[in-house]
């Protein structure tokens, strides 16, 4: 296996693999803002249409060595554009989320850009990190995945500094 990590737009049909990567309920726990209901198919279908007709969200799906183990996106909220990812917990641990995102991070020049994750979820806010986010605050939400109210980090990828000397 060569571990071949790969960005492409998302197809209908990679949409059967995110459904199923949503009913694993450790991963719907640890995501903590998915569906309130991971197996309901029409939500999930709906959320999904939102996703791909969106004018100004980015999806891409991530294979590795051609199989799906995730997703990868960038969409506005207001005035600011956050990113968000997803990898099939059979596929946690490799490094995959790392990688996905800092594909992602090439392909969406925009800065500042914002991510969020619950406080309690050490992975996802070393990926976030090591992409080079910043916790710049926190903040309370309703969490679907959860049924309650959760802590969860503020993070920025800043703009990169101005190096024109000028």
Same mark, same amino acid.
């Given at each position: 296996?060569? !571990?071949?990590?790969?960005?492409?737009?998302?197809?209908?049909?990679?949409?059967?693999?995110?459904?199923? !990567?949503?009913?694993?309920?450790?991963?719907?726990?640890?995501?903590?803002?998915?569906?309130?209901?991971?197996?309901?198919?029409? $939500?999930?279908?709906?959320?999904?249409?939102?996703?791909?007709?969106?004018?100004?969200?980015?999806?891409?799906?991530?294979?590795?060595?051609?199989?799906? #183990?995730?997703?990868?996106?960038?969409?506005?909220?207001?005035?600011?554009?956050? #990113?968000?990812?997803?990898?099939?917990?059979?596929?946690?641990?490799?490094?995959?989320?790392?990688?996905?995102?800092?594909?992602?991070?090439?392909?969406?020049?925009?800065?500042?850009?914002?991510?969020?994750?619950?406080?309690?979820?050490?992975?996802?806010?070393? #990926?976030?990190?090591?992409?080079?986010?910043? #916790?710049?605050?926190?903040?309370?939400?309703?969490?679907?995945?959860?049924?309650?109210?959760?802590?969860?980090?503020?993070?920025?990828?800043? $703009? $990169?500094?101005?190096?024109?000397?000028?």
């Amino acid at each position: 296996m060569t !571990h071949d990590l790969r960005l492409r737009p998302v197809r209908e049909d990679d949409l059967v693999e995110f459904f199923t !990567h949503q009913l694993d309920p450790e991963a719907s726990r640890m995501a903590a803002f998915g569906a309130a209901d991971p197996t309901d198919r029409r $939500a999930f279908a709906a959320h999904w249409v939102r996703i791909l007709t969106g004018p100004d969200n980015l999806a891409r799906t991530v294979t590795v060595d051609g199989t799906v #183990v995730g997703h990868v996106l960038a969409f506005p909220v207001g005035d600011e554009f956050e #990113v968000s990812y997803w990898i099939d917990r059979a596929h946690w641990g490799r490094g995959y989320a790392t990688r996905a995102l800092t594909a992602l991070l090439r392909e969406v020049t925009r800065r500042p850009l914002f991510a969020r994750t619950v406080t309690d979820n050490a992975a996802s806010l070393a #990926v976030l990190r090591r992409c080079g986010f910043v #916790v710049r605050g926190t903040d309370r939400a309703y969490a679907p995945g959860r049924g309650h109210d959760v802590d969860e980090y503020v993070l920025e990828l800043p $703009a $990169a500094p101005d190096t024109d000397p000028a």
